[in-house]
């Protein structure tokens, strides 16, 4: 399969510290027992390690151009995403929401802490909307935290954090986040976990699976796996996503997604669709980018009837990658 390092090549692949790894177990050539099968297998490994390492790097760049969350969750440096989205619906006119995502890293603390601060948002849930710009930031609700990496055990990137919750009470919270990357053939495969503690909620968890795979030169194929779930309510929701990106040129991108959505709620049974176009463009240098979302959602409490959408979001992000 061909695999081109330069997809999506406009972001460069970030410094050695912060960079994916995905480990290849390659047999010592020294070694007394090596023979013709063992040098077979090591060039095997060699090859295999190489498709691995160009996936990752694809992989890499489309989150790095689309600001992906996997960028943030993985950053071992400074990073900062502000969004702000327009959306109108068919049925329910104008409204407004937002994101905001900042780690700062305190390098001159032997245990390596960075800062988080997060807005409680999804930036692709636009279930509740703001009427104007300025009360997507009154309106939110702000996680700070101190979070640590650990070194890593058995090739997982361990990441716990403390933290509070700005709201009326003060919330104060645990997390622990796991990462890792498997190399599957022709196919990349990222595991990543969740486990939090709210003094208000209760436990919860979600885990995901992402399954990368470069079609052709600028075309990537990604499948996405998620399940959440929530003491306080003892709800659990699946939710599946196929999405296609596509590199028009270094300053042009396109994503197609299908979603589909469950939980025990409705017995397992689908109750939201959603599919849509996401058209990103870098509007100046690096860091500052606009998007158009045409979408059309199908809720199980409308009898899956059609309703069309439209996002503009304007976003500015900042970090080593985005210089």
């Known amino acids: 399969m061909g695999v081109s390092c330069n997809a999506f090549a406009m972001q460069g692949v970030a410094s050695d510290e912060d960079k994916l790894t ?4 390659i047999e010592d050539k020294s070694s007394q027992s ?39 969750e993985r950053s071992n440096h400074s990073y900062m995403r ?33 800062l988080l601060i997060e807005t409680d948002s999804q ?41 509070i919750k700005i709201n009326t009470p003060i919330d104060p919270f645990a997390r622990l986040r796991t990462f890792r990357y498997f190399a599957l053939d022709n196919w990349l495969l990222r595991a990543s976990n969740s486990l939090a503690w709210y003094d208000s909620r209760g436990y919860g968890a979600d885990g995901a699976l992402e399954f990368d795979r470069e079609i052709k030169k600028g075309l990537t194929f990604r499948v996405t796996s998620k399940l959440k779930w929530q003491e306080e309510e003892m709800f659990r929701r699946f939710d599946q996503t196929l999405t ?42 690096k860091w500052m980018f606009g998007e158009i979302i045409p979408q059309l959602t199908f809720l ?4 899956f009837h059609n309703e069309s959408s ?13 210089r």
């Open 123 to 163: 930036r692709d849930s636009k279930e509740n909307l703001d009427q104007l710009p300025a009360d997507v930031v009154q309106e939110r609700d702000f996680f700070i935290s101190l979070e640590r990496k650990l070194g890593g055990v058995k090739r997982w990137d361990i990441r716990p954090s403390l933290g």
């Open 34 to 72: 090596s023979g013709v099968f063992d040098t077979v297998i090591s060039k095997l490994d060699v090859t295999h390690s190489s498709i691995s390492n160009k996936l990752e790097k694809t992989a890499v760049s489309i989150d790095s151009f689309f600001a992906n969350d996997r960028v943030f």
């Open 310 to 322: 439209i996002t503009f979001r304007l976003e500015m992000v900042f970090g080593e990658r985005y």
């Open 82 to 114: 502000i969004a702000l989205d327009m959306v109108s619906k068919e049925y329910d006119g104008l409204g407004f929401a937002g994101d905001l995502k900042l780690k700062v890293d305190l390098p001159h603390i032997k245990k390596r802490l960075k």
């Open 22 to 25: 995905v480990s290849v177990l």
């Open 244 to 285: 296609l990106y596509q590199q028009i040129n270094a300053r042009q991108n396109m994503a197609y997604q299908i979603a589909g959505f469950a939980d025990d709620e409705n017995n397992w049974l689908s109750n939201k669709y959603y599919m849509r176009i996401r058209y990103r463009k870098a509007l100046y240098k």
């Open 300 to 303: 199980k409490e409308s009898g």
